[in-house]
């Protein structure tokens, strides 16, 4: 972890918004598994269930993301991770199917585990493309998943007493009173003319500062904090599927939905195309769907590599200080990768591979 944590130090102290990448190209014989992150096992399972057992892209997502559920990849994907200020676990998963375009997504579902099996029943058994809360839990439990189940764990706990004891610092609000202690919140102009002066008096700090610029807030956007999987698949037939799946932002404001189940923003599939998964800061990334970017410049024509610095350079250019990758995937196999303000790393498993090998992308 320490020559990420350098890596992503020096991201952040760059000026400059430098992006670098790799290409690789494949033969074009399917299948192929591409995972964000060296999620190795997870990679293994959507391989073994795709080319051992031939299932589809869509089957061989749900294995692979639910692999990475059950062993809680990097604390961050599956239950037992990510606190909100309520110190609740709540998952967000999606998939897609790149030859329908069906979609199925969950977000900030509570008390059910098996949130990629969740967004699967969503895209099987609904006309719909997402549900949320606590009607996605009712829904998944009565489509027959395993719940109510309680989704912390000791370390998610442990992790949430000490932040409240940090008086819940640092967080994701802004341009609140109190700024630097534990809510309720209030809006600033509402706040009682006499917490607003005495803040004023105590030296004009401005709560409105960006994550970046605070050393402590800088902490809670980090490689244990971000790390959605997303995972594509090209199956035998050369169909393609995405999935992802994360228990979200740590300290996020409760009801807080990030780019996991949001189609076109961590993953997107078309079989006439490709497939794409980002991963990074996704309160920032939702806002530019890059892998729809992604997806739609490779159409039109870009490699898969320069469709991803594309993507991810459109981010940079407004937001300078993002974290956050992209994974490309052709429908021939080349794949690729770009990043900014961090390191990035993503599996592939293909026939000619012994075994499921990582590619580094460095900013
Ligand atoms: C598998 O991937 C490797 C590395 O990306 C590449 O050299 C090889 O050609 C690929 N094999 C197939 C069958 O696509
Ligand atoms: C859920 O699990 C956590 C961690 O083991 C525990 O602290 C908490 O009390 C449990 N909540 C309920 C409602 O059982």
Same mark, same amino acid.
């Given at each position: 972890m320490a020559p990420k944590l350098a890596s992503f130090f020096f991201c952040l102290l760059s000026i400059s918004s430098a992006l670098e990448l790799v290409e690789v190209h494949g033969s074009g014989i399917y299948p192929i598994v591409v995972s964000t992150w060296s999620f190795r096992e997870a990679v293994r399972a959507a391989w073994k269930s795709v080319n051992d057992y031939g299932s589809s892209a869509v089957d061989a997502v749900i294995d692979g993301c639910s692999a990475c559920e059950e062993l809680r990849c990097d604390g961050t994907v599956g239950p037992g991770g990510s606190p909100d200020e309520n110190g609740e676990t709540t998952l967000d998963a999606l998939v897609m199917d790149g030859t329908t375009m069906e979609v199925g997504a969950v977000a900030a579902m509570r008390y059910v585990k098996d949130a990629i099996n969740a967004a699967k029943l969503v895209m099987d058994h609904t006309e719909h493309t997402l549900l949320v809360g606590e009607k996605a839990s009712i829904f998944a439990i009565s489509m027959g998943?395993? %719940?109510? &189940?309680?989704? !912390? !764990?000791a370390e998610s706990i442990e992790k949430w007493v000490k932040w409240k004891e940090n008086n819940c610092l640092p967080n994701f609000r802004k341009n609140v009173i109190p700024a630097k202690s534990c809510g309720p919140y209030h809006l600033y102009d509402h706040a009682s003319s006499v917490i607003e002066s005495s803040c004023k008096l105590?030296? %004009?700090? !401005? !709560?409105?500062? &960006?994550?970046?610029?605070d050393g402590n807030q800088a902490n809670i956007i980090g490689y244990h904090n971000h790390d959605t999987i997303s995972m594509a698949v090209i199956d035998k037939m050369g169909h393609i599927a995405v999935g992802t799946s994360t228990n979200g932002a740590t300290f996020k404001v409760p009801g807080r939905v990030g780019d996991g189940p949001i189609a076109g923003s961590a993953a997107y599939a078309d079989d006439e195309v490709g497939a794409c998964g980002a991963t990074g800061d996704g309160d920032i990334m939702m806002r530019f769907l890059p892998c729809y970017q992604v997806i739609e410049s490779m159409r039109q024509g870009m490699t898969p590599r320069h469709a991803a610095v594309d993507a991810i350079s459109r981010i940079a250019r407004k937001y300078p200080d993002f974290v956050g990758a992209v994974f490309a995937l052709d429908k021939d196999g080349v794949h690729a990768g770009a990043c900014h303000g961090w390191m990035f790393q993503y599996s592939v498993r293909n026939s000619t591979m012994k075994d499921v090998q990582v590619f580094t992308v460095v900013p």
């Open positions: 998943l395993p %719940g109510p &189940t309680n989704l !912390s !764990s105590a030296g %004009g700090e !401005s !709560s409105e500062k &960006t994550w970046y610029e």
